[in-house]
Structure formats: structure tokens, C-alpha cells
């Protein structure tokens, strides 16, 4: 499988897992049975639509036609970037909170699964009660990380 796992505060029902774009570096019928495998209620997609249909048609058509394994939510930051506007993206993060509170696993990811995902999962850490150093090292950990100086702004600003 290629979910990394992202270590969690106790307490926390569900289960969050990391990685790149869902068809872009693996076949599509194997990311499916990946999602299966690790029980996947919600994709949390960091990429805008542009780029998905460019780097993974089959995941773009799965979109579309929703025939996705599991439910989708969109929360996109643009390459190397943050989101357009922070009470959206805040929003969107309480959504990811909530819905682990209540068992949900999800699957966080962007192009190649590393700053754009790195930085929104630091953000739902944090708002899962964790500091911003505990929020990067769990992180980290789970081999992602923010890649720009503003994307490190936008955690220590949440």
C-alpha cells in the first residue's frame, strides 16, 4: 500500500492517512483496491481540478462520474502555495476534525503527497490540540512536509 500513516493525538477515532495524488504514480485499479484495503471513507483532495485532470485522468474521470471508492472533499492550495482564502480552507479542516471524531479514515493528498499535504496536516493537528512543533514532527514522521515559507506561515498562522 502506498497510505502513509499519520500518528494521531489519543483519543481520536478515525484514522488519517498521506500520499500522492491517487493514480498519478500507480495504476488507478490499484489505488482502489489501496482505498479498500485501508477502509478509506473520505478523500481530501488538495489539488486544484486543472491539475488533476493534467497528472491523473483516470482519478479526474472517477471525479466526474463519481465513482469514487469512497466520499471526496475538495480543499485546494495551489503548488508550493496555501489556499486562496484561510476561513474556507478553515473550514474545510473542521470538517476533516469532525469527521474523525466519528470513526471516519481519511486520505489526505496532493500532487506527490509532500508539502501541500504536509501543510494541511499540520493544520488539522493542530486543530486536533496539538502545538505547531508536535503538529510538524508527526509530520514529518509520516514523510511529509511544508515546502515554502509560506506554506510554514499558514500552519504557525492557524
Not at 479498500?36 to 488533476?52: D, F, M, N, Q, S
Not at 501543510?119 to 514532527?137: H, M, P, W, Y
Amino acid at each position: 500500500m502506498s497510505f502513509r500513516p499519520l500518528a494521531l493525538p489519543p483519543g481520536i477515532a478515525g484514522r488519517v492517512w498521506l500520499s500522492p495524488m491517487p493514480g498519478r504514480l500507480q495504476p488507478w485499479d490499484r489505488f482502489v483496491a489501496d482505498a479498500r484495503a485501508a477502509g478509506l471513507t473520505r478523500i481530501v483532495c488538495l489539488t486544484p481540478r486543472e491539475e488533476i485532470t493534467e497528472l491523473s485522468p483516470d482519478y479526474a474521470t472517477a471525479i466526474e462520474n463519481h465513482t469514487l471508492p469512497c466520499q471526496w472533499q475538495a480543499l485546494p492550495m495551489r503548488n508550493y502555495g496555501v489556499a486562496q482564502e484561510l476561513q474556507g480552507f478553515k473550514a474545510g479542516v473542521e470538517e476533516m476534525a469532525v469527521a474523525l471524531g466519528g470513526g471516519d479514515v481519511l486520505l489526505l493528498h496532493c500532487a506527490a503527497g509532500i508539502g501541500r499535504t504536509g501543510t494541511a496536516a499540520a493544520c488539522l493537528l493542530k486543530r486536533l490540540g496539538l502545538s505547531t512543533d508536535a503538529a510538524l514532527q508527526q509530520v514529518r514522521e509520516a514523510g511529509s512536509n511544508p515546502e515554502s515559507a509560506r506554506q510554514s506561515g499558514w500552519i504557525e498562522a492557524f
